[in-house]
């Protein structure tokens, strides 16, 4: 096993152990150190942080957690995806997109949101003032699940630090929750989309706007009140970010 793979091994340890926290775990179990072994004493030495560091770190802590997103075998998606697909945009956007999970042209193309449902949400964030790079882009769950069903618990649970991890480095100052999958991780209800949209909730301090996800917007293309509805929903986000 060389360095990188160790290095992966451990990182996906830690997303690991920080799932089982989510799930109410407070301890593990441990050998204990053989009696008569001393604790080694470890040496911390102190130094001023430059931008260059931090944005160093941040690359680095991007370039992992995309490879494990790549490599991620944590639930049984990966046997029937083409690739995984972590995410795209901007990594210090104000503003984030999450929706529900691939489908069929991202599982080929390894980008979210590209296909019709893609399209209309590019148009969307054009409408409010935005290109697509200057927003980010992703998923509950990284990989496409069979016929695009919705996803299971199991699966979303297995791909939720993922997530997590994207929201704690991007740290936007607004997320759009598209679709019903994503609003109730996020916001953590089972309320339906027509209770929770256009209401802000919160997702650990951040705002979340529920709206409907663009494929229902394509499935019911004549409903002009349903358009209007997320667009009620995005204007609520226009104002908080002051665009």
Same mark, same amino acid.
């Given at each position: 096993?060389?360095?990188? /793979?160790?290095?992966?091994?451990?990182?996906?340890?830690?997303?690991?152990?920080? $799932?089982?926290?989510?799930?109410?775990?407070?301890?593990?179990?441990?050998?204990?150190?053989?009696?008569?072994?001393?604790?080694? !004493?470890?040496?911390?030495?102190? @130094?001023?942080?430059? &931008?260059?560091?931090?944005?160093?770190?941040?690359?680095?802590?991007?370039?992992?957690?995309?490879?494990?997103?790549?490599?991620?075998?944590?639930?049984?998606?990966?046997?029937?995806?083409?690739?995984?697909?972590?995410?795209?945009?901007? @990594?210090?956007? @104000?503003?984030?997109?999450?929706? =529900?999970?691939? #489908?069929?042209?991202?599982?080929?193309? #390894?980008?979210?949101?590209?296909?019709?449902?893609?399209?209309?949400?590019?148009?969307?964030?054009?409408?409010?003032?935005?290109?697509?790079?200057?927003? &980010?882009?992703?998923?509950?769950?990284?990989?496409?699940?069979?016929?695009? @069903?919705?996803?299971?618990?199991?699966?979303?649970?297995?791909?939720?630090?993922?997530?997590?991890?994207?929201?704690?480095?991007?740290?936007? !100052?607004?997320?759009?929750?598209?679709?019903?999958?994503?609003?109730?991780?996020?916001?953590?209800?089972?309320?339906?989309?027509?209770?929770?949209?256009?209401? $802000?909730?919160?997702?650990?301090?951040?705002?979340?706007?529920?709206?409907?996800?663009?494929? &229902?917007?394509?499935?019911?293309?004549?409903?002009?009140?349903?358009?209007?509805?997320?667009? =009620? /929903?995005?204007?609520?986000?226009?104002?908080?970010? #002051?665009?």
């Amino acid at each position: 096993m060389n360095d990188r /793979d160790i290095v992966d091994r451990l990182e996906e340890l830690k997303l690991q152990l920080e $799932f089982i926290q989510e799930l109410g775990v407070d301890f593990l179990i441990y050998s204990a150190r053989p009696e008569g072994e001393k604790k080694t !004493e470890r040496r911390e030495f102190n @130094r001023l942080r430059t &931008y260059d560091d931090i944005q160093t770190n941040e690359e680095e802590e991007w370039e992992k957690l995309d490879r494990q997103i790549m490599n991620c075998q944590f639930c049984p998606l990966f046997k029937t995806r083409i690739q995984a697909v972590p995410g795209e945009g901007k @990594r210090e956007a @104000r503003l984030m997109f999450v929706g =529900e999970a691939p #489908g069929k042209d991202e599982d080929i193309q #390894g980008r979210p949101f590209v296909g019709r449902a893609g399209q209309l949400l590019t148009r969307i964030i054009k409408a409010m003032g935005f290109e697509r790079n200057q927003v &980010y882009i992703a998923n509950v769950v990284k990989c496409r699940p069979p016929e695009n @069903r919705t996803p299971r618990p199991d699966e979303i649970r297995a791909c939720s630090p993922y997530l997590i991890k994207q929201i704690e480095l991007i740290k936007p !100052e607004v997320i759009v929750a598209l679709g019903k999958v994503a609003a109730e991780f996020l916001l953590t209800t089972t309320k339906s989309m027509s209770e929770l949209r256009g209401n $802000f909730g919160d997702f650990q301090g951040i705002p979340v706007m529920p709206t409907f996800h663009p494929s &229902y917007l394509i499935r019911n293309e004549g409903n002009q009140k349903i358009k209007k509805m997320v667009w =009620e /929903d995005m204007k609520k986000v226009m104002k908080l970010l #002051g665009a």
